[in-house]
């Protein structure tokens, strides 16, 4: 039986009551992901029953807290596929979870060392690197790209050196929706003695994962892009490293014993969790990931396959100087599209889609400024798809980027 | 679904392009750009004493800044620049303020009234009154009055 | 009339509906305050009307997050009593801003500059500091306390010298509950040129402030301490000192233009937020703090003094070696008393407390080893109350702790 | 409201002290502490072969933890090494598992069963076993086995 993405938008309160404006078409959710009542309730639920900071009390409620935070914590490892769930950090979302690494693996480079990332790579996964090579003269290098907005995984053999301690890639591009091949990468990393980060804010969503399997070390992504909650993301590593690694960020329910000079820490998770973590939201992100992990899967990704074919073929259909970025049609990609239209400016797109179509687009440069810059573009036009998508929000996309050429063309 | 936010005069105006030519002597110039969004402005003014001589705009930008250039441009020759800082207080204010009312608008700008409720736009409509400001304020004894 | 605390009682679900445990008298605020309905109402109804990504959308949905964000910004800035929303940067709590400045500070220290903390400090503005001089050479240095538990602020001028670039002290000490008294310390400050950082974990949830007063040049708090949700926090910051500040902690939404080598930031405050901001944790928190705005403040602050008076003379009257560390009776404190039992540990007295009397307590060290240290208590126990505590709290607390000396002693 | 953590026998064995005394002649030490709430136990240890002959037991730390030091001190005294380190599995796979069966505890330590519920305080019933196995397993010959 076919997928039906309106058992999925059931769950979403947002969906079901449509504001006075109309319709929603929402295609931004490679931005941020609608949230589905069930996550909203489970936090609700835990501000209203279990309120209180965790990790060390020992009253009722700091007790059931904790129980429900390193059970979420738990949910996440199941998740990702990991069996110790103590490989799970968390953390303020994708952006916090690589800011982490990169000020703490900073401790313990050496000037010249190379950190490899990616021209693909989204400004997250760029500016805590270069922060660190200001600070400490090492160098940030950049795998190229392919003209069809994939890393040029060709190089990758070349560039991976002795010096490089890290390479850094996403797993799945925000703009040209490419999925990084890290079965070679991770053993060209390795054998160099170098570790492989893998910014997964764009391929969580797409359902549990065996992370094993990709061969990295480490994986960030954001809870809000996979249905939960904002405020928090994970940071997970394999937990012979993380033991390995000082941490850069500090402060309360991290450290073992605190000296005026110099103060040691406790074991991963909590060396990593500085502070009063986001409790409620960890527990809100476990419940967005169970509840995913329930759908039906394989029926919702070849149905965001179809429905991301649909809208590359109608837009190639349409005349007008529309370039699509990314892999062509029958490549694999995410499920999301973006493009760029000759003498119009994303935002004026955005503007009328949303106006005249009720579609919600993002325009811009997506955060990935390096990468429009190298295919040459002023920023493009992104329709990105979730499990709740459905034909009739192509046929208003399309309908509307038809209108869109008639005006402002 | 309301059309108002681009409504013919606007893309009338963005289409514009005859002030996009450049100057040939400019007594001053200024590039600005909104980093949210991408755009960027140039401005070339000749001016003599406080009064506008001429002026051209080139924007890569969306359809509401071009909007908002290619008005301004034709404008400015002849104008006062006091009198062009004004208008751009008067508009910044226009689309700011809380009341819902697009007699506040200075005449030539009425039509970017629908711009109003949507406040991340608001800096498409006034970059380019940003560009004339930091290219005039830069010469002596003007900008600075 | 005297303050009512059950009129802030009754908008809190978690007090109105006691667990099959009986009551609660929740006596662990200073670790975490419970959310009143009106918050967790809140951020349900953004969840469910406007859930977007903020800064860029020019959807509806994303029209309608941002500019609820910004209004949480303002309402953040109305309760600090700052003209400019643009100084207030939403973190992922206090320890996160702590961190922020600690590493963004840290870019423009050289070699033997010297920041200046106190022996009373939370580890969250101890660790971040100890990171940056392990990294880069610069001093940590501590001023001391007095025997009650204040920080000793005759030391200042001595130890504020030309090298110190930064003094970062407790606003409110969560052990002792001493307050620092800011007026004469912002002065030495600044006449060597130094920034005066503000930790108000303790002190913000006081009610509005009027921050400039303070004579900081930065302040932090965590959210889940002023009624608000986990997650959140804020960093308030000088907007002529933050737009001079280049941030270490990077990512999309915070830079104006990227490079390969270099890139450059946009204006305060969103160069200090990297990455999607916990935008509906801010709006529960904007929530928060207007809720806390509209009680009777004064009233609220004469009944926690006298409460907090009682329970400093109820444990004084009580018989076996009970020691109150912080400023004695009838000196300004925060409302929380920490105490140390003779021969008892802190986690067995708050487990009875907990299993026999309702009463939650926490034990330990607070997160401030150095101070425990210093006094030569081996952990401490610690009741801190909140606007809805009351006479009762009180009893089962003073009842409890007899009977703990009893079954403990 | 319960009173069952802290029943008669737990704080009778916390409050007894005679196996606080220092051992003339260890074979082995070891201090172990618990970060999260800071309990310290020191255990010196005389073994022959495999046999444990006398241990000695300081405990700073909460009730638990000392009584459940007070009971192991006590019955080491010509215990197995190999034992005790089964007993140690057994308490703490008691401890952890899901079902609630007071049973499943060795017999000398069922007075713990009401901890099973407070997983923060298990570190500190199992403590006092770790301190011994640091200490013996630093013995060249013994602790590998
Ligand atoms: C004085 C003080 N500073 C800092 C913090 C850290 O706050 P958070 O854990 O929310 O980051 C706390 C709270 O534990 C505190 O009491
Ligand atoms: C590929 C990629 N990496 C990182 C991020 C950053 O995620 P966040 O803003 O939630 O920290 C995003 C989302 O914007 C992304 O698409």
């Not at chain 1, 941020?32 to 009542?37: G, V």
């Not at chain 1, 480490?218 to 993380?242: A, D, M, N």
């Not at chain 2, 001429?54 to 250039?69: E, F, H, N, T, V």
């Not at chain 2, 711009?115 to 005039?136: A, N, Q």
């Amino acid at each position: 039986m076919a997928f039906d993405s309106g058992l999925a938008a059931v769950d979403f309160s947002i969906l079901r009551t449509p504001g006075k404006e109309g319709e929603l078409h929402y295609l931004d959710n490679a931005a941020m992901a609608l949230t589905p009542d069930c996550v909203i309730n489970a936090m609700v639920e835990h501000d209203t029953l279990r309120r209180s900071n965790v990790k060390r009390g020992l009253h009722r409620l700091a007790e059931e807290a904790t129980e429900a935070f390193e059970e979420a914590r738990a949910a996440v490892a199941g998740y990702l596929g990991i069996k110790d769930p103590d490989e799970v950090v968390f953390t303020g979302g994708a952006t916090a979870g690589i800011n982490i690494l990169a000020h703490s693996l900073g401790l313990m480079f050496e000037r010249n060392d190379e950190v490899l990332i990616s021209q693909l790579e989204h400004h997250s996964n760029i500016i805590p690197w270069q922060v660190i090579q200001q600070r400490q003269g090492i160098k940030v290098r950049y795998l190229p790209i392919t003209s069809d907005g994939r890393i040029n995984l060709e190089c990758a053999e070349e560039m991976i050196r002795s010096r490089t301690k890290i390479v850094s890639v996403t797993h799945g591009s925000n703009v040209t929706g490419a999925i990084t091949d890290t079965r070679n990468l991770s053993d060209l990393v390795h054998d160099k003695g170098a570790f492989l980060i893998l910014d997964g804010a764009q391929t969580a969503p797409g359902g549990p994962m065996e992370l094993n399997v990709l061969g990295a070390d480490f994986y960030v992504f954001s809870g809000h892009k996979v249905y939960g909650p904002t405020g928090v993301g994970v940071l997970w590593g394999r937990k012979e490293i993380l033991k390995n690694i000082s941490p850069a960020i500090g402060g309360g329910e991290m450290i073992r014993d605190v000296g005026l000079e110099k103060s040691t820490f406790l074991d991963p998770p909590h060396r990593f969790e500085a502070g009063t973590p986001p409790v409620t939201q960890a527990i809100g992100l476990a419940a967005a990931v169970k509840w995913l992990a329930g759908k039906d899967l394989n029926g919702m990704h070849s149905h965001l396959r179809r429905l991301t074919l649909r809208i590359m073929e109608g837009l190639t259909e349409l005349s007008g100087g529309i370039k699509i970025l990314g892999p062509e049609t029958g490549m694999e990609r995410l499920p999301l599209v973006s493009f760029s239209v000759d003498g119009l400016h994303p935002h004026d797109i955005c503007q009328v889609m949303n106006d005249r179509h009720g579609v919600a687009l993002r325009g811009g440069f997506h955060c990935a400024q390096p990468l429009h810059d190298l295919l040459e573009v002023d920023g493009s036009t992104r329709a990105s798809l979730a499990i709740y998508n459905n034909d009739k929000d192509v046929d208003a996309f399309l309908n509307g980027m038809e209108d869109c050429l008639k005006i402002l063309g | 679904m309301n059309n108002d936010l681009y409504h013919d005069q606007i893309i009338k105006w963005s289409k514009k392009t005859d002030n996009n030519k450049r100057l040939e002597n400019p007594d001053c110039s200024a590039t600005v750009s909104n980093p949210l969004c991408g755009d960027r402005v140039t401005i070339e003014v000749e001016i003599e004493g406080d009064v506008i001589k001429d002026m051209s705009c080139q924007i890569k930008g969306c359809m509401l800044c071009r909007a908002s250039g290619s008005i301004l441009a034709k404008l400015a020759g002849g104008m006062k620049y006091s009198e062009l800082k004004n208008m751009a207080l008067d508009l910044e204010q226009a689309l700011k303020s809380q009341t819902d009312n697009p007699e506040s608008f200075p005449e030539t700008y009425r039509m970017f009234y629908p711009v109003k409720k949507h406040r991340s736009r608001h800096s498409c409509v006034l970059l380019p009154f940003e560009g004339v400001i930091k290219s005039v304020s830069g010469l002596h004894g003007i900008g600075d009055k």
